[in-house]
């Protein structure tokens, strides 16, 4: 019978399904949960590569004891510090006191920041160093802001199995399978988009250096801290990561975001969902942001081209919740959109005015036309608000 946690001889998966928490680092909804991933190398000497998430650290140690038996983790590889990997370390250095911790120079400060572990017995590697196991060689790589400054990956030679920390990794649990040939993975691609809008999605420029410098190995695997080890659809996995960190487009499409208390700038998204649609935009995905969550509007704003937005005043500013999602967006630098934008007051616009200096601020492909209404919508911005559709689809093209 064949063992779907050891994904390549002597190679083993040892992380654990998160199907309870709520949010991700306290902010971005899990619906589908998230997997935290660590592996053990298996050799003369044995390497456990990153830890798990403290709320599984029994399940770790479990699943660690199941592979090695009674012999002792020689090696605990830390590509990243981020308490979702790293908060089992102190149970792992309990558990075998011997182990040596591998990182690099940040690495172990963090090490010693977050948990109190000192200099003893560890080993300080640098961008290019290489270890060996016995039979095996890992080479670290470091790969700054991918997504802490300490972060690097590890390269195990013998199989070509890149271990990558966050990049490359997705929202999603997995559900039997590790390996994504043995799995449909249809469900983790828009997942995908949404773990990195929301957690890599400020650090595209570090995201591009790390694909080049990492783009001369040979890689027959992907083992990321999040979701499925990557072997069938490696192109496509780094062919996404690489078009979200140029901020290009996924699909061809506009987000249309608006706020709305009584209904009177919903309807003048739906005009202008309407003259989108008239234009033949195909692709129009409309959010209330009083009901999409952020993380799903910031997925697809990093997966679509063209977006517009639509905003009440509210006490003399943007309605809060548009306020807080161009925060969101000005955070993480995304470039190169069509941008259209729309508003509306009762007695005094303040709206529009901070869409526009919004769009001056971002430096986007701005429709030239904005519709600002008072009140409730009357015949000639009906027409205004269509226009913008028909002219947001225009840019499209
Ligand atoms: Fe999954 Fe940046 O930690």
């Known amino acids: 019978m064949k063992r779907v946690t050891e994904i390549a001889p002597g190679i083993h998966y040892v992380g654990a399904n998160d199907r309870t928490k709520h949010r991700f680092e306290g902010l971005w909804p899990l619906p589908h949960g998230v997997s ?31 592979v090695i038996g009674g012999r002792p983790v020689d090696y605990l590889i830390i590509n990243h510090m981020e308490p979702d990997h790293s908060a089992s370390i102190h149970a792992v250095r ?22 109190g572990i000192s200099s003893t017995n560890t080993l300080t590697v640098g961008d ?9 060689t890992l080479q670290f790589h470091l790969i700054p802001m991918v997504h802490w400054p300490e ?14 920390g966050d990049a490359f990794g997705t929202f999603g649990t997995l559900d039997g399978a590790v390996v994504d040939e043995d799995m449909n993975v249809d469900k983790y691609w828009d997942e995908m988009v949404r773990y990195y809008a929301n957690i890599v999605g400020k650090y595209g420029n570090p995201v591009q250096k790390a694909l080049q410098k990492l783009s001369p190995l040979t890689i027959k695997m992907i083992c990321s801290t999040h ?13 996404i990561y690489d078009k979200l960190s140029r901020y290009e487009n996924l699909d061809e499409g506009v987000v249309l975001v608006y706020g709305s208390m009584y209904g009177n700038t919903e309807l003048m998204a739906e005009t202008v969902a309407q003259g989108l649609a008239e234009g ?34 509210y006490c003399n500013e943007l309605y809060p919740e548009i306020d807080s999602l161009i925060r969101k967006i000005e955070l993480r630098d995304v470039k190169n959109r069509i941008f259209g934008y729309f508003g509306s007051f009762t ?16 430096k986007w492909d701005t429709v030239d036309i904005v519709v600002e209404e008072k009140q409730g919508l009357k015949p000639d911005n009906y027409a205004l608000c269509l226009e913008l559709g028909r002219k947001t689809a225009q840019k499209m093209k």
């Open 128 to 136: 290019g160093d290489t270890l060996s196991l016995g039979a095996r």
């Open 227 to 239: 979701g499925p080890v990557w072997k069938k659809h490696i192109p496509q996995v780094i062919d």
């Open 94 to 115: 309990k558990t075998w006191p011997d182990v040596t911790i591998v990182g690099n120079a940040k690495t172990l400060q963090m090490v010693e920041g977050f948990y």
């Open 347 to 362: 007695w005094a616009g303040a709206a529009v005015k901070r869409l526009n200096a919004f769009a001056e601020n971002m």
């Open 280 to 313: 033949g935009v195909k692709n129009i995905v409309i959010h209330n942001v009083s009901k999409s969550h952020p993380s799903v509007i910031l997925r697809d704003i990093f997966k679509y081209k063209g977006l517009i937005i639509g905003s009440p005043t």
């Open 151 to 164: 972060t690097m990956v590890t390269y195990e030679k013998t199989e070509q199995i890149l271990f990558s």
């Open 36 to 66: 935290y991933n660590a592996y053990i190398i298996d050799d003369e000497k044995i390497a456990l590569v990153d830890t798990i998430d403290s709320a599984f650290t029994g399940r770790l140690l479990g699943e660690v004891r199941e």
